[in-house]
Nanobody, 121 residues
């Protein structure tokens, strides 16, 4: 299971950190990703961190503002969001995919339930 938390209502320019706690899987063997979705739009891949924390990737829309990290000892992945904009408003989902699958961007094996982030202008 993946349990995302940390969403809320913030103002433009604020920061927020989302967490995603994993259970029931060998966390250190999984690439971890974040996605977001707003009503009426397709799900957007925000970024990911690979299983050994040596590779991260971010969508252009968040590059330089968001950062993904993980703590394998705590089975938790984080999404640090800085300089938030109203267009960052979405439900954010974490996802996990085995490192050997290399499919974190496409069709991850496991999904969290989502946490809502609302950025007011």
């Amino acid at each position: 299971q993946l349990q995302a938390s940390g969403g809320g209502l913030v103002q433009s320019g604020d920061s927020l950190r989302l967490s995603c706690a994993a259970s029931g899987l060998s966390f250190s063997d999984y690439d971890m990703g974040w996605f977001r979705q707003t009503a009426g739009k397709e799900r957007e891949f925000v970024g990911f961190i690979n299983w050994v924390s040596r590779t991260t990737w971010y969508a252009d829309s968040v590059k330089g503002r968001f950062a993904i990290s993980r703590d394998n000892a705590k089975n938790t992945v984080y999404l640090q969001m800085n300089s938030l904009k109203p267009q960052d408003t979405a439900v954010y989902y974490c996802a996990a995919d085995p490192w050997y699958s290399a499919n974190i961007r496409g069709n991850p094996k496991y999904w969290g339930q989502g946490t809502l982030v609302t950025v007011s202008s």
